[in-house]
């Protein structure tokens, strides 16, 4: 975004950045000032909970990860999406 920052979700040893349109349905949701919100991510719904800031697919809510929002050159990204790329 303008101001340099994006949404990761964890990963093993580090963050992922959201793809691009993930991220900015999240920021809209965030800025809106919604508590959770329903994203189609890589064919599956995703609950992400902004006050707890987690996500879970919505048929399996057991496997929850951590979400941020953070500054893109601070938070140490190790990829895009699933993607190794800078
Ligand atoms: N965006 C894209 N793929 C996701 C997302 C998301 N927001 N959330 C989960 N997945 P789960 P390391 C991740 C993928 O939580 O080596 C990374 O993107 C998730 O992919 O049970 O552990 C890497 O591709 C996983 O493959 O819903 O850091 C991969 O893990 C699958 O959905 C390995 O990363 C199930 O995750």
């Known amino acids: 975004f303008d101001d340099g920052y994006s949404w990761f979700y964890e990963g093993v040893n580090g ?3 959201y793809d691009d349109r993930t991220s900015r349905e999240l920021e809209i949701y965030h800025k809106a000032g919604h508590s ?3 994203l189609l991510i ?3 719904v995703y609950i992400i909970d902004l006050m707890n800031m987690v996500q879970s697919r919505r048929n399996d809510r ?3 990860r ?3 929002r953070d500054l893109i050159n601070l938070a ?3 990829g895009v999406a699933g993607l190794k790329i800078l």
């Open 36 to 38: 959770s919100c329903e």
């Open 66 to 68: 951590r979400i941020k």
């Open 76 to 78: 140490g990204r190790k």
């Open 15 to 17: 963050w992922w950045q």
């Open 42 to 44: 890589a064919g599956y």
């Open 62 to 64: 057991t496997k929850k």
